[in-house]
């Protein structure tokens, strides 16, 4: 029983912060990478930011770099993205996928790469 339950979208100001969660359950084997996607009207489904199944090694898009951060708790079942300095190009629906690896140190360019995927949050960015 594998879920992914992301929380935290909603509407905030340009300028403001939201901290999306991605709640995990069901992965009792191997490490497990995560990546946010969003998912703009009109456009394919990007990645924003990934974090490897340790932890350690983390990749965001250029367009995020300096006001998001993606990080995971202790225990591993669940990753954050904090978003801050928000623009109205960040609305989206947010989406975390998840990867089971026996590599600690990768992270996933691909939506093809994702073996799990949450329903998404909506985020949207207006005044």
């Known amino acids: 029983q594998v879920q992914l339950v992301e929380s935290g979208g909603g509407l905030v100001q340009p300028g403001g912060s939201l901290r999306l969660s991605c709640a995990t359950a069901?992965?009792?084997?191997?490490?497990?990478?995560i990546g946010w996607f969003r998912q703009a009207p009109g456009k394919e489904r990007d990645l924003v930011a990934a974090?490897?199944?340790?932890?350690?090694?983390?990749y965001y898009t250029d367009s995020v770099k300096g006001r998001f951060t993606i990080s995971r708790d202790n225990a591993r079942t669940t990753v954050y993205l904090q978003m801050n300095s928000l623009k109205p190009e960040d609305t989206a629906v947010y989406s975390c996928?998840?990867?089971?690896?026996?590599?600690?140190?990768?992270?996933?360019?691909?939506?093809?790469?994702?073996?799990?995927w949450g329903q998404g949050t909506q985020v949207t960015v207006s005044s």
């Open positions: 996928a998840a990867k089971r690896t026996f590599v600690a140190s990768s992270w996933y360019q691909r939506p093809s790469d994702y073996d799990y």
């Open positions: 069901g992965f009792t084997l191997d490490y497990v990478s």
């Open positions: 974090i490897s199944g340790s932890g350690a090694n983390i």
